[in-house]
């Protein structure tokens, strides 16, 4: 295509707030993308900056909620949806899974992520982006990377070692470009190790492109660009929005002054031209309806049974019982860019009254003579809205103080106290609990999740959600506590790969509900665990899981590894595979994972590569973190990876090394020297070889250790 170099340079960043840019003489048109994730929030204005006034779409569970379901396929439908109300819209990408691990719950976007370990997110957000794009839409996979707060997000940097970038916050983003082929990857607003997501070549070229082998658009999150021509040369194709006159003019000028090679700009226009190439055709209206009952199916699946002393649910209100609600309607989404604008909204009131007897008040005393004589009294509890939005992070875990005390009334003049919970990050609740016989997390689930509290109160639906993020009993047990949110403009993550039940479960902390947690209206047996390992470290494990119970009932079926001894810091456990089953009362299903190398993996920074520790691995399946069913060891061969003894050596590495210990001996002496005095190996151990020719009585010397290191060659 013949483009000249302002035209190519237009092509790197937009037109308007929402547009691509046209070049009108080539025919080339803009295209449109659009915020989500959960739902659509487009914009009728294709240049307006504003978060309300969105066309009517469809509010689905927030990823926060849909974590919790453990349910890839919901996810996948779920997206397949909002892709069609896309391009119902004209809208060819939509700005969404966000798939940030959530490092600390106080990120005040928290809802808008799907975990806090990599494998669940990945997934989860694998299924997300396969869904929008089965329908002709592109998703676009953000926030690359490391970006897990909101406070100074635009210019603070997240100063993370390689191993943790590796193993926590590079995995998911891995696994979705790798298999599902996102249209577009977005970068984040924050720095990483001191240079800006968007100007950060090793996360945008080596790693994203070249280890990853990506080949869609990176586009800038909104405003984050500083320096756009070093942005294009780092891997960053699209500028958004636009600066129109000045990031195109720099451009050309980079060109034409020798600082940029136009090689490295038709690459970028390449990527663009395919991803305008690829935009669908406008599609006729999506079916609302339809839209709303998978919104309302997909928050029951959502919710999570925390707490259910005695059985108190599901509720069974005998003739003439009456049901108290107490409480403020529950909050269904977030505040920020995903806020979205509902076709319509479920009445929990309504959707109660209209299948039991149901009073409500909003609190005071009234709410406390409404409890004293009711059968069962259902609070509605939550984080207010200003606690949860993009753009600021929270300071505590705590819920609304008047609302504690309110509980703790009603509970005085009723036993029977259910606690509905609406928030989209983690709360306390160690505290307050023993206030409530019954607690049901439900999330910001959506415009549906009235009806879906309705149905999982009365037993229409059972429970089958689970815990994606560990809830601590205090915030200061949280292990990114002393390093939340940083100061002067950087934040350390010094607790490494020991994120979230990655560390709670090493040094055994006392949770008030561990990862993975979740009840049933019906039990399940785990049964006959098996485990084989191939010559490739690759490790094949089944079992049986049945229903117990007198209900139909879905369990997730958790499968966590446990690491032999290791020469880095490794979590005691860690989730690699997961099934949720869906089984009828006294129904069974053999559950079947295939682990490869990677799951056992630990990223050695020495060796630049993936390194499967050989020994005994603990395999245990389970459902949580901390209820784990069965459990087994297996015996893996792991890759033989040797370091090459030299001078700067250590001693004990030398010894450790069965090539290097004999050529060590047959270099100094069988008995002589170090060898004539086992306690001072003790002592010496860490010392390079090259340290110690200056030792007296140890037989070495730099001829000596020369040739040492040339025996251990010819091992």
């Not at 170099?5 to 929402?18: V, Y």
């Not at 983003?173 to 990483?192: C, D, G, H, Q």
């Not at 087994?632 to 090539?659: I, K």
């Amino acid at each position: 295509m013949n483009l000249t170099l302002e035209e190519k340079a237009a092509l790197c960043l937009g037109s308007t707030f929402w547009h691509t840019a046209p070049i009108d003489r080539l025919g080339i048109p803009a295209i449109m993308v659009s915020d989500g994730p959960h739902g659509l929030r487009r914009q009728p204005d294709g240049n307006q900056a504003g978060i309300t006034g969105a066309l009517p779409a469809t509010c689905f569970p927030t990823a926060s909620a849909l974590g919790s379901s453990w349910d890839p396929d919901l996810v996948r439908r779920i997206g397949a949806a909002i892709g069609a109300e896309a391009r119902a819209l004209s809208v060819a990408v939509v700005l969404g899974p966000g798939v940030n691990i959530k490092r600390s719950p106080l990120c005040g976007r928290n809802f808008e992520y799907f975990s806090e370990d990599p494998l669940l997110t990945g997934v989860l957000g694998e299924a997300h982006v396969t869904g929008v794009q089965s329908q002709g839409v592109g998703a676009c996979v953000k926030h690359f990377a490391a970006n897990n707060q909101e406070t100074d997000r635009l210019r603070v940097s997240a100063d993370v070692d390689e191993r943790t970038l590796r193993e926590i916050y590079l995995p998911h983003f891995e696994r979705i470009v790798t298999r599902a082929k996102p249209w577009m990857v977005m970068s984040a607003y924050n720095l990483v190790n001191g240079v800006p997501a968007a100007e950060h070549r090793w996360l945008l070229t080596d790693v994203l492109r070249d280890e990853w082998a990506y080949d869609g658009v990176v586009v800038s999150d909104w405003g984050a660009v500083r320096d756009r021509v070093a942005a294009l040369v780092a891997g960053l194709d699209l500028e958004m929005p636009p600066k129109l006159g000045i990031s195109d003019a720099a451009i050309v000028a980079a060109v034409r002054d020798g600082r940029l090679d136009e090689k490295v700009l038709d690459q970028t226009v390449e990527r663009i031209l395919r991803l305008i190439d690829r935009a669908p055709d406008p599609d006729g209206p999506f079916d609302v309806d339809a839209h709303h009952a998978l919104a309302r199916a997909a928050a029951a699946d959502c919710a999570v049974l925390l707490k259910n002393d005695r059985d108190l649910l599901p509720l069974r209100p005998a003739p003439g019982d009456t049901i108290a609600v107490i409480g403020a309607s529950p909050r269904f989404q977030g505040a920020g860019s995903s806020q979205v604008n509902p076709t319509r909204v479920d009445d929990l009131i309504t959707e109660l009254r209209a299948r039991t007897t149901v009073e409500f008040a909003a609190g005071g005393d009234q709410a406390i003579d409404l409890a004293a004589r009711a059968a069962t009294v259902v609070v509605l509890m939550g984080l207010p809205a200003g606690d949860e939005t993009e753009g600021a992070d929270r300071r505590h875990m705590d819920l609304p103080a008047e609302q504690i005390t309110l509980l703790a009334r009603i509970a005085q003049v009723n036993d029977n106290v259910v606690v509905v919970l609406a928030n989209g990050s983690a709360v306390e609740v160690a505290s307050w609990q023993q206030h409530a016989g019954a607690i049901l997390e439900t999330w910001l689930s959506g415009q549906a999740v009235g009806g879906a509290i309705a149905d999982l109160l009365l037993g229409t639906v059972n429970p089958s959600g689970r815990l994606a993020e560990t809830l601590p009993v205090r915030l200061a047990d949280n292990p990114s506590y002393l390093n939340f949110p940083g100061e002067a403009g950087h934040v350390r993550y010094g607790e490494g790969v020991f994120v979230g039940y990655r560390a709670y479960d090493a040094v055994d902390r006392a949770v008030a509900y561990p990862f993975g947690h979740g009840l049933s209206y019906t039990t399940f047996a785990y049964h006959d665990l098996a485990v084989t390992v191939a010559g490739d470290s690759s490790v094949l494990v089944t079992c049986t899981v049945v229903n117990t119970g007198a209900r139909h009932g879905k369990e997730v079926v958790q499968l966590y590894v446990g690491p032999p001894a290791s020469p880095v810091a490794r979590p005691v456990r860690e989730l690699k595979a997961f099934a949720k089953l869906d089984l009828p009362p006294g129904a069974g299903e053999t559950v079947t994972f295939q682990l490869d190398p990677r799951d056992l993996a630990y990223w050695s920074t020495r060796h630049q590569r993936w390194l499967v520790q050989g020994g005994a691995y603990e395999i245990a399946v389970g459902a949580s973190s901390r209820d784990l069913r069965l459990t087994t060891t297996a015996e893996v061969p792991g890759d033989m990876v040797t370091e090459p003894l030299t001078a700067v050596s250590t001693l004990r590495e030398w010894l450790a090394d069965p090539a290097g210990a004999a050529a060590l001996r047959a270099a100094v002496g069988e008995s002589q020297g170090i060898f004539a005095d086992p306690e001072s190996q003790i002592v010496l151990g860490d010392f390079p070889l090259t340290a110690l020719t200056a030792f007296p009585g140890l037989g070495l010397s730099d001829p000596v250790l020369a040739h040492a290191v040339r025996l251990s060659k010819e091992v």
